[in-house]
């Protein structure tokens, strides 16, 4: 089977509910600590063996283009005042792939954002992976993006990697049913954000994909809702045929395009953070007193 090297990051959305701030900066470069979430999501697929990456921006993302561009003379200066640190930070995010950025025109959904990158995908199969999840993985566990990748390459099957919720937060998913559980779990039908009394079952798809490259046919079948083509009701075809499969995650999830995720994720990084975790602990250790 077709090992996947590909991978594409769509940061074309408007981004609001991060309203006033995405106004002027897209929601992918805002900051985790000090590093953009789209960063954190290419250095998942990095880790995942993934060589080529497509981010699909749009009319006002240039600011992404910028930060995974070189930038000689700020690396000049810092190797001069003695920061060859940060130095090696910056080399680090413009020499870890191949990145190639596509403009979408339209702002016409997920599947609309693929179909823009569908030249450069060539007929592989690629990694799909959403701007709104970052996924933390301690050392010795598999990033996601490569155990759906291993799925991949023993099924020859598209792969959506899932995790279990509560009944009272399925509404809030994409919902799989399925037929046979496992580590590679068999997907049957698939349905979006269905109310508590008609799931599937208790496991909900997050942002990350395997695709095949035969997943373009289909899209190319589908109607428009609205404005939008969802990528959603392709899946939906593709399970009724027994061509997806899920896998479960390996790690902590954040979803950053929450507020409340965000934050979230901003205090756990911190906390882990080399230089800030030891004051952060202490912070929130007092802090917690006064609440």
Excluded: W
């Excluded at 289909?218 to 809702?225: A, V």
């Amino acid at each position: 089977m077709q090992k996947v090297r590909k991978a594409v990051i769509p940061t074309a959305g408007l981004g609001t509910r991060f309203l006033p701030i995405t106004k002027a900066v897209p929601k992918s470069m805002l900051p985790i600590v000090d590093t953009p979430t789209v960063d954190y999501i290419v250095d998942e697929a990095v880790a995942s063996g993934i060589t080529d990456i497509i981010i699909i921006t749009s009319h006002n993302t240039d600011v992404i283009e910028r930060h995974f561009a070189e930038n000689l003379p700020l690396e000049k200066r810092l190797l001069t005042d003695g920061k060859t640190e940060l130095c090696e930070i910056l080399k680090k995010i413009t020499s870890r792939a191949k990145i190639t950025f596509i403009k979408q025109d339209t702002l016409n959904g997920l599947a609309g954002a693929l179909l823009c990158a569908e030249e450069l995908l060539a007929g592989e199969p690629f990694a799909l992976l959403l701007g709104d999840e970052i996924i933390y993985t301690e050392a010795g566990q598999k990033p996601c993006i490569r155990r759906l990748c291993e799925a991949y390459e023993k099924t020859g099957k598209t792969v959506l990697s899932t995790m279990r919720v509560a009944e009272s937060e399925i509404s809030k998913y994409g919902n799989i049913g399925i037929k046979a559980d496992g580590e590679i779990k068999e997907v049957c039908a698939l349905v979006e954000k269905p109310a508590a009394k008609d799931r599937l079952s208790d496991y909900a798809v997050i942002g990350r994909y395997v695709l095949d490259g035969g997943i373009f046919k289909e899209i190319r079948k589908l109607t428009m809702h609205g404005s939008e083509i969802i990528l959603t009701d392709a899946f939906h075809v593709l399970a009724e045929r027994g061509e997806i499969v899920a896998s479960e995650f390996e790690g902590i999830r954040y979803d950053v395009g929450d507020k409340a995720g965000y934050v979230q994720a901003n205090v756990e990084y911190a906390l882990r953070d080399k230089t800030l975790g030891d004051k952060m602990k202490r912070y929130i250790a007092a802090l917690a007193k006064t609440l």
